[in-house]
C-alpha cells in the first residue's frame, strides 16, 4: 500500500512563495516519478508539473513554468513544489501523485488527498 501526504497549502498574498511538500509511504520512492496536479470546483484536475525518478527530467505546465519549480529528495522520501510569483488563478487544491509504472509520462496511480493553496489578489 502506498500513502502520499500533501502539505504546505494556505492562504498568501499574490506575489508571494509556497513550497508544497508530499511525503510518500509504503514502497521504494525513488521507483515512482511523481508529479503535482490541481483542481478547482467545477474544473477537471490539471496538470501542474512532473519529475521523473531521478530527477534529472521536470516538465511544466505551460501556466507555471518560470515560477513552480518541482523537486525530490529521495532520501527522504519527499517531493516539492516551489511556487513563486503566485497569483489568484493559482488558487485550487493542489495533489501529488506517484507514476506506478516509474514512467514520467505514464499513468498516475496513487494520489494524496490534496492541500488548498489559496492566493488573495
Known amino acids: 500500500q502506498v500513502q502520499l501526504v500533501e502539505s504546505g497549502g494556505r492562504l498568501v498574498q499574490a506575489g508571494g512563495s509556497l513550497r508544497l511538500s508530499c511525503a510518500v509511504f509504503g514502497r521504494t520512492f525513488s521507483s515512482y516519478a511523481m508529479g503535482w496536479f490541481r483542481q478547482t470546483p467545477g474544473k477537471e484536475r490539471e496538470f501542474v508539473a512532473a519529475?521523473?525518478?531521478?530527477?534529472?527530467?521536470?516538465y511544466y505546465s505551460d501556466s507555471v513554468k518560470g515560477r513552480f519549480t518541482i523537486s525530490r529528495d529521495n532520501a527522504k522520501n519527499t517531493v516539492y513544489l516551489q511556487m513563486n510569483s503566485l497569483k489568484p488563478e493559482d488558487t485550487a487544491v493542489y495533489f501529488c501523485?506517484?507514476?506506478?509504472?516509474?514512467?514520467?509520462?505514464?499513468?498516475?496511480?496513487?494520489w494524496g488527498q490534496g492541500t488548498q493553496v489559496t492566493v488573495s489578489s
Open positions: 501523485a506517484a507514476a506506478g509504472s516509474g514512467d514520467i509520462k505514464g499513468e498516475y496511480t496513487y
Open positions: 519529475i521523473s525518478r531521478s530527477g534529472g527530467t521536470k
